[in-house]
């Protein structure tokens, strides 16, 4: 009962601190996971940087919108799974985002499904 009483307090007292960091930091901005951060996604030879909202390229430093930037990460997050048109992926988005990745002549990594919407994969040669 004693034990109970003990765990329900400490509870209580760790919500209460969460909500004070909240409160000075609505974000949520010092509960990211460093790990995450410090650690950037990488596919082929795309790295994308969520410490520095970075993109490179094999030596080329790429330069996104913001949300160029999102879907890219969505991809990087999910290599080789569809991602369909519905689930909010804009045609023109993929088009801009693929420009950018091809404008060295590098090979293609966002393809079209047909009917369906894209998938990041790499094509072996």
Avoid: W
Avoid at 23 to 48: E, K, V, W, Y
Avoid at 81 to 104: D, G, H, I
Avoid at 110 to 120: A, C, P
């Amino acid at each position: 009962m004693i034990e109970e009483f003990q765990l329900t307090q400490e509870i209580d007292e760790l919500i209460e601190r969460r909500r004070q960091v909240f409160q000075c930091d609505p974000l949520g901005l010092t509960h990211r996971n460093s790990a995450l951060l410090n650690n950037p996604l990488m596919f082929d030879d795309i790295q994308l940087s969520l410490e520095t909202q970075t993109a490179i390229r094999g030596d080329r430093e790429l330069k996104f919108t913001r949300q160029e930037f999102n879907l890219l990460h969505t991809f990087l997050q999910n290599p080789e799974t569809a991602l369909s048109r519905a689930k909010n992926v804009p045609n023109v988005t993929v088009k801009n985002l693929r420009a950018k990745l091809e404008a060295a002549d590098e090979s293609r990594v966002i393809h079209s499904l047909q009917s369906y919407g894209y998938v990041l994969k790499a094509v072996s040669v």
